[in-house]
């Protein structure tokens, strides 16, 4: 009897280290030793029409590191006109790994864009949700979700149905807002600021569009504190 608590204590205590050591590589596959920040997205997070420099996730990435915040350049997946699903297909692609101390998604305009259903909408984005806390290793506090910034006050709306455009931005929000909260992942609400645009172009990038760097800088503004001492908290 005695023998047996001891062959049975040595096989769980070896399935233990090796559950460790499997833990261990996942999180550091990525490569990295110092905090790392994985962005994933659309036009909005790659910045188009902006210079690299003012992207929001890059705008982070140097905000935090003024406050003497460690933290390796944002890795970016992300491409203008993506929708969920598109997303998901180029995070398999590029295989990001886990390990990752911040991970940003913000998605779903496209599928707005193109007519898509909410319905659709919730089940893909519950997808890239655990998706997104699967490389964050399972934390979810490390996931971070923005809204969908409401394009309608551009330049590039003009002429079409902007009230009809709003509300579906709000639909496909609320629909966020309710995944964010299962999944149990911070939201943060950047459309507010978007709208700003309906009364100063200068938060409108050069194509009539997508968002200056200016607005980007105000939308970082918004994430700052939650990210500053969530990254803090993890190096306690």
């Given at each position: 009897m005695g023998k047996g608590i001891?062959?049975?204590?040595?096989?769980?205590?070896?399935?233990?280290?090796?559950?460790?050591?499997?833990?261990?590589?996942?999180?550091?596959?990525?490569?990295?030793?110092v905090p790392a920040y994985l962005a994933l997205g659309d036009s909005y997070t790659i910045g188009e029409s902006v210079n690299e420099e003012q992207r929001w996730p890059v705008?982070?990435?140097?905000?935090l590191r003024a406050d003497s915040v460690d933290i390796?350049?944002?890795?970016?997946?992300?491409?203008?006109?993506?929708?969920?699903d598109e997303l998901m297909a180029g995070i398999e692609e590029a295989d990001p790994g886990r390990g990752y101390k911040l991970?940003?998604?913000?998605?779903?305009?496209n599928n707005?864009?193109?007519?898509?259903?909410?319905?659709?909408?919730?089940?893909?984005?519950?997808?890239?949700?655990?998706?997104?806390?699967?490389?964050?290793?399972?934390?979810?506090?490390?996931?971070i979700v923005l809204s969908i910034p409401d394009w309608s006050v551009t330049p590039f709306a003009a002429g079409r149905d902007q009230e009809k455009i709003a509300a579906e931005i709000d639909s496909f929000?609320?629909?966020?807002?309710?995944?964010?909260?299962?999944?149990?992942?911070?939201?943060f609400d950047v459309t507010g600021i978007s709208r700003k645009a309906s009364t100063d172009?200068?938060?409108?990038?050069?194509?009539?569009?997508?968002?200056?760097?200016?607005m980007y800088e105000m939308w970082v503004e918004v994430l700052y504190p939650y990210v500053k001492e969530l990254l803090r908290q993890q190096a306690d």
């Open positions: 001891c062959v049975l204590f040595l096989y769980l205590s070896l399935a233990l280290l090796a559950c460790q050591s499997i833990n261990k590589e996942e999180d550091m596959d990525i490569g990295i030793t705008q982070l990435v140097d905000r390796a350049d944002a890795r970016i997946i992300a491409r203008t006109g993506w929708t969920t991970v940003s998604l913000m998605i779903g305009v707005q864009y193109r007519g898509r259903d909410t319905d659709n909408f919730r089940e893909e984005l519950a997808g890239l949700i655990d998706t997104a806390i699967s490389c964050a290793s399972g934390i979810a506090d490390n996931v929000n609320s629909v966020i807002v309710q995944e964010c909260n299962e999944a149990g992942v911070k939201y172009l200068s938060l409108v990038a050069g194509d009539g569009l997508h968002p200056s760097g200016k």
